[in-house]
């Protein structure tokens, strides 16, 4: 198991950035697949952003593509989300997680290591 923790998350203005963070520890992230979920309040956890184990390569939900990017850095074992642009319909809780097998990635049950989450609120 891979134990993972975000950071990063804070209030921002519309039009402003924020890096989020996905610090893991017990496993190397280079064996997993890297994503980041999103929950406001009342709605379904929604998919943002994966980075795939095997090459690095990335996908974007349609609400992400060209406002955020996903990275990790393998030497300090983080990922991050970097989101510019940002929108008032971005508020939420920001989710990190791992999965080791699948190729569903856009489906939260793919995902066995969750963090805890760290709120992200984009006033008007």
């Known amino acids: 198991q891979v134990q993972l923790v975000e950071s990063g998350g804070g209030l921002v203005q519309a039009g402003g950035s924020l890096r989020l963070s996905c610090a893991a520890s017990?496993?190397?992230?280079?064996?997993?697949?890297m994503a980041w979920f999103r929950q406001a309040p009342g709605k379904e956890r929604d998919f943002v952003a994966v980075?795939?184990?095997?090459?690095?390569?990335?996908l974007y939900a349609d609400s992400a593509k060209g406002r955020f990017s996903i990275s990790r850095d393998i030497v300090k074992n983080t990922m991050y989300l970097q989101m510019n642009s940002l929108k008032p319909e971005d508020t939420a809780v920001y989710y990190c997680?791992?999965?080791?097998?699948?190729?569903?990635?856009?489906?939260?049950?793919?995902?066995?290591?969750w963090g805890q989450g760290t709120q992200v609120t984009v006033s008007s």
């Open positions: 997680a791992a999965a080791r097998y699948g190729d569903n990635w856009r489906v939260p049950t793919l995902y066995d290591n």
């Open positions: 017990g496993r190397t992230i280079s064996g997993y697949n």
């Open positions: 980075i795939i184990w095997t090459g690095g390569s990335t």
